[in-house]
T-cell receptor
Framework: NAGVTQTPKFQVLKTGQSMTLQCAQDMNHNSMYWYRQDPGMGLRLIYYSASEGTTDKGEVPNGYNVSRLNKREFSLRLESAAPSQTSVYFC???????????????FGPGTRLLVL | KNEVEQSPQNLTAQEGEFITINCSYSVGISALHWLQQHPGGGIVSLFMLSSGKKKHGRLIATINIQEKHSSLHITASHPRDSAVYICAVTSGSRLTFGEGTQLTVNP
């Protein structure tokens, strides 16, 4: 099993460009998440999907949109990238949604995004 | 003040030393997680606990719900333990992360 995969690994964008970060998991997990990690700050939740067909905002959703394409795939879209969105983005999945004590999260390798 | 505070922020140890990383939180939680982030960036879940103590190999995690405090211990530390260790708490539908503790174990 590949676990959680993310593409691309690295990306450089100019301000105003758009792009989609892809995430897929092969563990048959119901819940999927997108986080960003910035220096001096903990991981912060952007959006999550508790189950196929549902998505909810996290702590820092502004400037992002998501699509839960099917049970395996959860994509994150930046419609008009800004330098403040320079970060490392992690996708994660779990068998159950946040709030359930048994919800161990499995993380992808991350995508490093630089917005100039 | 962050809801999840870790100490120390940075820790340097010699191989073989016993290591303790602390995590304090200020909200009611249903679970606490310890994660390890490798130098290459990958994040691995080490423990998830809601009470007591868990052990996996040389790693031990404890939690005191009344004191809102958890510790991660590493026995007989090794250079391959060098990583960032992250504490996170589940509260309602939120998972809140600490900033992490950078551990360096020298040979």
């Amino acid at each position: 099993n590949a676990g959680v995969t993310q593409t691309p690994k690295f990306q450089v964008l100019k301000t105003g460009q758009s792009m989609t970060l892809q995430c897929a998991q092969d563990m048959n997990h119901n819940s999927m998440y997108w986080y960003r990690q910035d220096p001096g700050m903990g991981l912060r939740l952007i959006y999550y999907s508790a189950s196929e067909g549902t998505t909810d905002k996290g702590e820092v959703p502004n400037g992002y949109n998501v699509s839960r394409l099917n049970k395996r795939e959860f994509s994150l879209r930046l419609e008009s990238a800004a330098p403040s969105q320079t970060s490392v983005y992690f996708c994660a999945s779990s068998t159950v949604e946040i709030g359930r004590a048994e919800g161990t999260q499995y993380f992808g390798p991350g995508t490093r995004l630089l917005v100039l | 003040k962050n809801e999840v505070e870790q100490s120390p922020q940075n820790l340097t140890a010699q191989e073989g030393e016993f290591i303790t990383i602390n995590c304090s939180y200020s909200v009611g939680i249903s679970a606490l997680h310890w994660l390890q982030q490798h130098p290459g960036g990958g994040i691995v879940s080490l423990f998830m606990l809601s009470s007591g103590k868990k052990k996996h190999g040389r790693l031990i995690a404890t939690i005191n719900i009344q004191e809102k405090h958890s510790s991660l211990h590493i026995t007989a530390s090794h250079p391959r333990d060098s990583a960032v260790y992250i504490c996170a708490v589940t509260s309602g539908s939120r998972l809140t992360f600490g900033e992490g503790t950078q551990l360096t174990v020298n040979p």
